[in-house]
């Protein structure tokens, strides 16, 4: 049975035969297809929604590293002139605080947020937000002698100077809607707020530069007083009577 099944086998593999390998002639030779022409297209500026410089991560909560301290520091004060950040760029009106500077945390930014958007639900807007928290607070515990090292993290904030846009609003909403929206939450902030619409006078400081104001009369140290003609004295006033004589 075996001897019979390998001999089967045998004649098989003896019966195949290897045909001579045909090439193929193609009518048209094969092209290589050419890669479109790259147009290099130029970047245009794009400028930041925020006045503040804004790291990695969300605008309530930077990518750092929060064992790493922070200085206090100051909301920044605009000696040189500088309007930055006091106008509506990106919307058709804003939120703008203007009586001192704060510091103010992500939990009241992220509140107020939330309020404009309970406020507005349903209505077709757009909301920008100007400020970004990048500023860690370091708290110590109460009833902590002096020293000790600077405390831990407790939250984040963002240094808000005076007379700066925070919020912007644009979109198919009524104006007294937007005002409404802005005055709930401007009642989560703390401070004074006003809301200003895309268009309105720059602010320098808390100077406003409107009805004649320009920023060149801010930067003089003094205001020029007009110059009045002096006039002689005349000759009744110099003249001085003799006693009369004893």
């Known amino acids: 049975m075996k001897h019979n099944a390998s001999t089967a086998l045998l004649g098989a593999f003896q019966g195949l035969r290897i045909s001579p390998l045909t090439t193929l002639r193609l009518s048209t030779p094969l092209r290589r297809p050419s890669a ?4 290099a297209t130029a970047i245009p500026h794009v400028r930041m929604f925020s006045a503040t410089a804004i790291q990695a991560g969300s605008w309530l909560e930077p990518n750092l590293n929060r064992k790493d301290k922070m200085m206090k520091g100051r909301p920044r004060v605009p000696t040189g002139g500088s309007t930055k950040g006091t106008t509506v760029i990106w919307g058709d009106y804003g939120l703008r605080m ?3 500077h704060r510091r103010i945390s992500a939990a009241q930014l992220f509140l107020a947020e939330k309020t404009i958007k309970t406020r507005l639900r349903g209505q077709k807007y757009r909301l920008f937000k100007r400020v970004a928290c990048n500023v860690g607070v370091f708290i ?6 002096m020293g000790k090292g600077k405390g831990s993290f407790d939250h984040w904030a963002a240094r808000v100077a005076v007379n700066q846009v925070v919020f ?3 979109g198919q909403l009524h104006e007294q809607v937007v005002r409404d929206a802005f005055r709930l939450a401007g009642q989560k902030l703390p401070g004074q707020w006003e809301v200003v619409k895309k268009g309105d006078a720059p602010v320098v400081g808390i100077t406003k530069l409107e009805n004649g104001v320009t920023l060149e009369d801010l930067k003089r140290p003094r205001k020029k007083l007009p110059e ?9 006033s110099t003249s001085t009577s003799a006693p009369p004589p004893a």
């Not at 479109?36 to 147009?39: F, K, S």
């Not at 009045?228 to 009744?236: D, I, M, T, W």
């Open 140 to 145: 110590s515990g109460n009833e902590i002698r």
């Open 98 to 100: 203007w009586d001192h």
């Open 228 to 236: 009045v003609p002096l006039e002689p004295p005349s000759l009744a």
């Open 36 to 39: 479109a022409p790259r147009v």
């Open 168 to 170: 912007e609003l644009r």
